[in-house]
């Protein structure tokens, strides 16, 4: 800590939250008050340190023609004026709050504006500042307003008297650090810069100064009870409730509540003597009651994501259209919920929530994560200097977004350790609020909240808290008063590359424990940069590829969505996962049972549709009658009858939830939920016939289509189709998950592997055995320097009256196998022109054992390259699961097809998997010129999610045991 007074700091410096602004209110995006944006190109100029003392700049007739521009709202690192950085807890400089570096980026900023003709010339101004990182000192016309900290929070001076009619000139000045930084160690990038907008507001006599809406729900008698308090008072009026009131005047009236399902609001009007406030007002309660969360007497269940304000060209610098891009997205997955991590949201995002039908954990903005490996010594948190500038961060966010229905908790922050800083923070909050829920995750004695909240508890321990059973944490008190309270998981399933794995396990215990009500993935998107190679292809950079001193890699690309907003495979499993509908059935029965698993919504929102499907071709289908089930409701139906196909073979009901009509956030037959139920048994492909003898042929073994090599028993070619393998393969590109995080030793299993060598085995060729009715081919498959390995044997027999060629693999573990492996299964090139696949199997997207929930039976057909996902940092994607065949052809339709017994996972890709480990980003793969490379898997290790959460449950992995499968291969 340094010994240098707090009076003889430097502005930026001082712990205070700033000078001169005025109280934090309401916000609003409708008023009749004139208002005049101020966005656009600013002059600018950037200064390696703080220190300067020329303050000429704020000067009206300074020349600053020899100036850059950037644009505000945006960051100044994204715009050619330095770089940016990203620390998931580390400070970027020496900690010693509250002091920061010499070396701190200072950005200067002007910008020259006219006044409208039409501006008012009665009443006052102000100007608001929605949000501006880290510190900014502000004069208009030569006069200095003060200064703020408080990133992502608003702030506002009185400016009227200062104001001309033309050529008034707005200086800023914003450094990168500064004390508040200290509190805004929030895991993602660091971009200086005024971000959100800058706005002048025309404030007459009478104008409202602040507003707190007060409409609450009582579900016994259907009715709502409105209470606008306002300042200066005024009238309050609501036409289609026929409300005329006065502020601070209660009203109750039958009305339809608000909930994320049906996000009810009603128009309603604030009028003072001098302005007009457009208010939304929904009506809704929330309590604690019984242990549990509970809005509008109902229990609700968290279907939520953790979201970052990010777009990979502008940085936290995001649009209207982009917000509600974002909610369209999470409304069209089945998400339910946002906590807005880890700071207010720009608050139109909280009008979208309310219109669209979110639950919001509003988190203040307040975060000292990188104390953590100081022991917390000096943690701003427990340091009374610092109380002051916490309460105001807390009393700006709650009196900014206080009159949102779509808030259900409060949020003191994230990763703060504990201290006296929060209590008095929840103890402000519950004086001003006591109508909301207050959350915090950091502190085990829940002293300050009403919520027991964790990050990536196991599924074990999950359970356990669900049955109110969990270890012991403190005094018997402390325990008895968390156990009492309801359990969300803030952050869970890490969504880090491929994956997250075990979401379908957590979901069965969300629904199994009335406590457990829900959680949120982290994270919603994928905070990739973007940039271009020399060449002009587009990638996404990560930590590390800005040149900074200190960086996490790209544990910053952790998101549901890829930068460019594109879904992930794992966005689509949630989807799944989560889904408010359940469809079960009994094939050989012909029953069907739906359950509606929304808190408030009952079904008549949507219509149902069956399917009828033989070897993946729908051969009937229709409407289907489900009552209006009202929540928690079940229907147990009668399937259709069968349709004739006439085909025989697999055949199986697809049954589809779909939206009746329009909504805000998708169009009728959007689809909702959807569920498969067997109708047939699949089958093994039979033998046809008995089966060829090898022979010898032109210094080659041939058996039926296939050419071997006699010396290795290797295939060389299929029906006259040159192919490279099929081998044993064990290794997979790691995934994110698969390496684990840092601080979880015990299973970081892409680490493991690797120590043991399995991404460069030897495969030695013991024997190549010919007979009469097969050919088998004996190895020992290992990693060097190690006595660990798989006899693998393959026996390869041929029909005699059909053109098949078919493998049997057997592997056993010789040793003392320790890990799980990776995958098993055969690896093959085929010819680069065979770039067109289709199978029969899940589909359409990738899926892994613990990461398969969406993934659907049917027919598909994609390009190889579509397979491909295109994870910002390369590794292993594109299986395909539960296989039954496969063929890869080229434009022609000529190729190769493969069967397998039992159904298999299939991979195809460009490049080998060893190309694609090596990988840093997209650009790094070249694609081959004359080969795709064929993974046909028989087990694939699950994916889990211990890049920050739990590993891969026990079901999910694939031990090292003896196996054998088979495949039967053909061209066409």
């Excluded at 002059?43 to 020899?66: I, K, M, N, V």
């Excluded at 406590?515 to 940069?529: A, L, S, Y």
């Excluded at 060629?805 to 320790?818: A, D, I, K, Q, Y």
């Excluded at 598909?860 to 292993?876: F, I």
């Amino acid at each position: 800590m340094s010994t240098t007074p707090d009076a003889q700091l430097p502005y930026y410096e001082d712990m205070s939250p700033g000078t001169g602004g005025l109280p934090p209110r309401a916000w609003t995006a409708g008023s009749d008050a004139a208002r005049l944006g101020l966005g656009g190109d600013w002059a600018f100029r950037l200064s390696p340190t703080a220190t300067a003392e020329d303050e000429s700049f704020a000067r009206p007739d300074y020349d600053a023609s020899g100036w850059g521009t950037v644009a505000v709202p945006g960051h100044w690192v994204l715009q050619g004026h330095g770089a940016p950085i990203y620390t998931n807890v580390l400070y970027p400089f020496p900690v010693d709050p509250p002091r920061v570096p010499t070396e701190n980026p200072t950005g200067d900023h002007r910008r020259v504006f006219d006044l409208p003709e039409d501006w008012p010339a009665d009443g006052g101004a102000v100007l608001r500042f929605e949000g501006v990182e880290s510190c900014a000192r502000v004069w208009l016309n030569g006069q200095e307003l003060g200064v703020f900290k408080g990133s992502r929070l608003p702030h506002e001076f009185a400016v009227g008297e200062l104001l001309r009619p033309s050529g008034n000139v707005l200086a800023v000045r914003v450094h990168q650090w500064s004390s508040g930084t200290y509190l805004e160690d929030q895991d993602q990038w660091w971009l200086p810069g005024i971000f959100r907008e800058v706005t002048l507001l025309h404030r007459p006599a009478d104008a409202v100064t602040d507003f707190f809406v007060h409409a609450s729900y009582d579900h016994a008698s259907g009715e709502g009870t409105l209470r606008v308090d306002a300042e200066p008072g005024g009238r309050v009026t609501v036409p289609e409730l026929g409300l005329d009131l006065a502020t601070g005047e209660s009203a109750t009236v039958a009305v339809e509540p608000w909930t994320a399902e049906t996000p009810r609001l009603y128009e309603a009007t604030l009028a003072t003597g001098g302005e007009r406030v457009a208010l939304r007002v929904g009506f809704r309660t929330v309590v604690v009651e019984d242990g549990v969360i509970k809005v509008n007497g109902e229990r609700v269940l968290f279907r939520g994501v953790n979201r970052h304000e990010f777009h990979p060209e502008t940085g936290r610098a995001v649009d209207l259209e982009t917000m509600r891009q974002d909610l369209v997205l999470m409304k069209r997955h089945n998400i339910n919920a946002v906590r807005t991590s880890h700071y207010p949201p720009h608050p139109a995002f909280l009008d979208l929530c309310d219109e669209l039908g979110l639950w919001v954990i509003d988190e203040c903005d307040l975060e000292t994560h990188g104390f953590v490996d100081l022991g917390w010594r000096g943690n701003p948190v427990d340091d009374d200097r610092w109380t002051p500038a916490l309460v105001d961060r807390a009393r700006r966010m709650v009196e900014r977004d206080k009159n949102h229905a779509s808030v259900v908790m409060w949020s003191l922050g994230n990763e703060c350790g504990t201290g006296r800083g929060l209590t008095a923070m929840a103890d402000w909050i519950r004086e001003r609020d006591p109508s909301r829920v207050i959350h915090y995750e950091g502190d085990m004695s829940c002293a300050d909240t009403d919520v027991y909240s964790r990050m990536y508890a196991p599924h074990e321990e999950v359970d356990q808290i669900g049955q109110r059973t969990e270890a012991a944490w403190a005094d018997a008190e402390l325990d008895a008063k968390r156990r009492a309270l309801p359990f969300i998981l803030c952050e869970y399933a890490h969504a880090m590359g491929n994956g997250p794995g075990g979401l379908s396990d957590y979901q069965r215990l969300f629904e199994t424990h009335e406590r457990c009500q829900g959680g949120f993935v982290w994270e919603w998107i994928d905070h990739g940069i973007a940039k271009r190679t020399a060449e002009g292809e587009l990638f996404y950079g990560y930590g590390g590829d800005f040149g900074e001193e200190l960086h996490d890699g790209n544990f910053v690309c952790d998101g549901l969505l890829f930068p460019d907003r594109t879904p992930s495979p794992g966005l689509i499993e949630y989807k799944k996962v989560i889904e408010p509908v359940r469809i079960e059935g009994d094939g050989a029965a012909g029953t069907l049972r739906i359950t509606n698993t929304h808190d408030f919504a009952d079904l008549s929102h949507l219509t149902f549709s069956w399917a009828y499907e033989a070897e993946g071709v729908e051969v009937g289908g229709g409407e289907l009658a489900v009552p209006p089930l009202a929540p928690g409701e079940s229907a147990d139906l009668k399937l259709p009858d069968r349709p004739a196909t006439g085909t025989g073979g697999e055949a199986l009901w697809t049954v589809r939830a779909l939206l009746a009509a329009d909504t805000a956030w998708a169009e009728a037959g959007h689809e909702v939920a959807w569920g498969q139920i067997p109708a047939t048994t699949p089958t093994a492909p039979a033998a046809s016939g008995g089966v060829l003898a090898p022979r010898r042929e032109d210094g080659a073994l041939v058996l039926g289509p296939g050419a071997f090599d006699p010396a290795t028993g290797a295939l060389l070619s299929l029906g006259g189709l040159a192919v490279t393998g099929p081998r044993l393969d064990v290794w997979r590109a790691p995934t994110d998950n698969d390496n684990g995080a840092p601080w979880q030793p015990d299973e970081r299993y892409g680490l493991i592997w690797r120590t043991l060598g399995l991404h460069r085995l030897h495969h030695r060729v013991d024997a190549v055995e010919v007979a009469d009715d097969a050919l088998t081919v004996r190895t020992r498959v290992a990693p060097a320097a190690t006595d660990v390995g798989l006899e693998t044997v393959y026996r390869w027999t041929a029909d005699t009256d059909a053109d098949r060629l078919r493998l049997t693999v057997s592997v056993t573990p010789l040793g003392e196998w320790t890990c799980p492996l990776p995958r098993l299964g055969v690896r093959l090139g085929v010819p680069a022109a065979l770039g067109r696949a289709e199978w029969f199997g899940g589909g359409p997207g990738e899926a892994y054992p613990d990461t398969h929930a969406a993934s659907r039976i049917g027919r598909w057909a994609l390009s190889v390259d579509e397979m491909q996902t295109p994870y910002v940092r390369p590794q292993e994607n594109g299986a395909r699961a539960d296989v039954r065949w496969a063929r890869l052809t080229d434009d022609g339709g000529a190729g190769i097809a493969v069967e397998g017994a039992p159904p298999f996972w299939f991979t195809a890709r460009r490049w080998t998997t060893e190309q694609l480990d090596a990988a840093e980003h997209t650009p790094d793969l070249s694609p081959s010129a004359d080969t795709v490379w064929v993974n046909l898997d028989h087990g694939q290790q699950g994916i889990g999610s211990q890049s920050c959460g739990p590993g891969v449950l026990p079901p999910y992995r694939l031990g090292a045991a003896p196996a054998e499968f088979s495949f039967a291969f053909s061209r066409i």
